[in-house]
């Protein structure tokens, strides 16, 4: 059977630390090794680790220095075939190692596998446990889709082969915030994912300050901050997204293929507010095949490109761009009616909820681009039928 290690990097979080362990510990598929890096603890996390009599715990201490270096530190240390790496504040569910190993073990093929989860507050009334914060839906696409649009795979929920580790190389440690996502990305262009509905962990929420030393935030300016980070995150993933794995996620004529493939790949960046990428990808896209309507799902790229959780904000450059794509031709105008009416979409929520700046401003925003606002049908009349995939062949993870 394969063995499996844990990794679980800390940092002041002594109680919160001590609940995990005894999760991890207390597996229906016992784990075979698990590594506490202390990245500069000051909370006697040593003292509390220590007490704990079981010869799989390692635990090791260094300076502070960030939790990609932490994870970097402990995955040399790991024997394991599999990899689990775990949060100090989360609690993984008694079958999670289980579940997870099981899905690799049947599925050799497969370098990543993953779950789903809840999240919990204590509060004095009890435990309140709710849903995971964004699920999408997986009827629908890849996996890899999915991830590259939001982050929804969490390193609790998610067992990954070594060697997998070793091909994409080491976590970043010159980034601050979302390590996770950056590497779950890195990872998953390059194996196929299986996936569970399982619930896995638990996900712990509470306030306080976030982030590591020397970048700490409060928990009221995480939308602020996540915004920040996931923009750094993409620009340094764009050498990662390959047009042909995009291509990988459709089927149809070669040329509306292509079209579509910079449409989700304009899309991915435009969700994570890298307008400037996007509009790259948006023109390429137009220019691709021309004359031939958005097909169905070309149509859906479109306007998830402006639904992402960061909302939408163009500079005078980026409106300029947009017109511009609007005047270049069918191709142009479809894209650019498609965008629009997921701006309105957006215009109606903010609306809906009474947020009267945000209105304002997404108000402005389709005036100065004057982007087209009637609905763009489900399919043109007269376009080629274009259908996306929901697996992508082993080849394509070969770029």
Not at 287 to 315: Q, T
Request: charged share 25%; hydrophobic share 40%; with cysteine.
């Amino acid at each position: 059977m394969p063995a499996i290690s844990v990794i679980v990097p800390t940092f002041n979080r002594r109680d919160y630390l001590l609940e995990a362990l005894t999760a991890l510990q207390q597996q229906s598929r016992p784990v075979d090794q698990i590594i506490v890096w202390d990245d500069g603890s000051s909370d006697g996390t040593g003292e509390a680790v220590a007490a704990i009599r079981d010869p799989r715990l390692q635990y090791h201490r260094a300076e502070n220095a960030g939790k990609a270096a932490a994870l970097n530190r402990a995955l040399a240390l790991a024997r394991g075939d599999y990899i689990w790496i775990c949060d100090d504040d989360d609690i993984a569910a008694p079958d999670a190692a289980e579940r997870l190993a099981g899905i690799l073990d049947a599925a050799p093929e497969a370098g990543i596998a993953g779950g789903s989860y809840n999240r919990f507050r204590d509060t004095p009334q009890g435990r309140e446990v709710t849903g995971p914060g964004y699920w999408p839906d997986l009827g629908t696409g890849t996996p890899l889709r999915h991830l590259l649009e939001d982050i929804f795979l969490f390193q609790n929920a998610t067992l990954v082969r070594r060697q997998c580790y070793d091909q994409v190389g080491p976590f970043r440690e010159d980034l601050p915030r979302s390590i996770d996502y950056d590497m779950i990305v890195r990872l998953a262009v390059r194996f196929p994912i299986e996936m569970t509905s399982r619930v896995l962990f638990l996900q712990r929420k509470h306030d306080g300050a976030r982030g590591p030393a020397g970048h700490r935030h409060a928990a009221s300016a995480a939308d602020r901050v996540w915004a920040e980070q996931d923009r750094a995150v993409f620009r340094g993933l764009r050498g990662h997204l390959p047009l042909p794995l995009m291509e990988a996620m459709f089927t149809g004529a070669p040329a509306q293929v292509r079209r579509a493939a910079h449409l989700q790949r304009g899309g991915v960046f435009a969700r994570h507010g890298l307008w400037q990428e996007a509009l790259e990808d948006f023109e390429a896209a137009a220019a691709a095949a021309p004359a031939v309507p958005l097909a169905a799902a070309e149509i859906a790229v479109c306007r998830r490109a402006v639904s992402g959780k960061h909302g939408v904000v163009f500079s005078p450059q980026d409106s300029a761009r947009l017109v511009q794509l609007r005047r270049s031709g069918r191709s142009g105008q479809d894209i650019t009616a498609s965008l629009g009416r997921g701006l309105l979409w957006s215009l109606r929520r903010a609306l809906t909820g009474c947020d009267a700046g945000e209105t304002l401003r997404l108000a402005r925003m389709l005036g100065t681009t004057r982007l087209q606002l009637q609905p763009a049908a489900a399919s043109v009349p007269g376009s080629a039928e274009l259908h996306e995939n929901s697996t992508l062949p082993p080849s394509a993870y070969n770029w």
